[in-house]
């Protein structure tokens, strides 16, 4: 089986997290690990039902199997809950850089972000692999008192 690529996997989420597409993580939650309908979650988040599919294919690729990636998506919400994006959605599709104040076209947020905030960038990935780090050993912890 397919390893995990969990810095390629935390790379991907910090910037699409920092780049205004926050909320991929929850409309993953329901279509890959809730199982709802891609046309109802797509419809929910406006994004389409082939961009949800590819968001997901893509969290399937970086995890290494379907299975992997259901189980890794709710820790991923968790290590991510309090990170803010750099980056807002504003009307239409057009998005703020919080930082910067300016506009920035939708399709060029994550370049953005990886231009001209990588510091943000970096230190968003470097919290998100200590928490996954700390989950680990947490979730370890547990099995061994269980056990003794
Ligand atoms: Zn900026």
Known sequence: MKQMDTKSLINYIALKILGGSEYIIDALE???VKGEG???VAYEYQISKHQLRG??????????????AKKI??????ISKDIKPIIKKGEDE???CTI???SVPKEDAEEHVRKYHKDILTATIKTMTERLEE???AKNA???TSVS
């Open 73 to 78: 998506i709710p820790i991923i919400k968790e």
């Open 142 to 144: 547990v099995i061994l």
């Open 135 to 137: 989950y680990k050993k």
């Open 100 to 102: 910067c104040d300016i």
């Open 38 to 40: 891609p046309a109802s």
């Open 55 to 68: 968001y997901a294919q893509r969290i399937i690729e970086k995890s290494g199997s379907e299975a992997r």
């Open 94 to 96: 057009l998005y703020t």
């Open 30 to 32: 329901k279509y890959l």
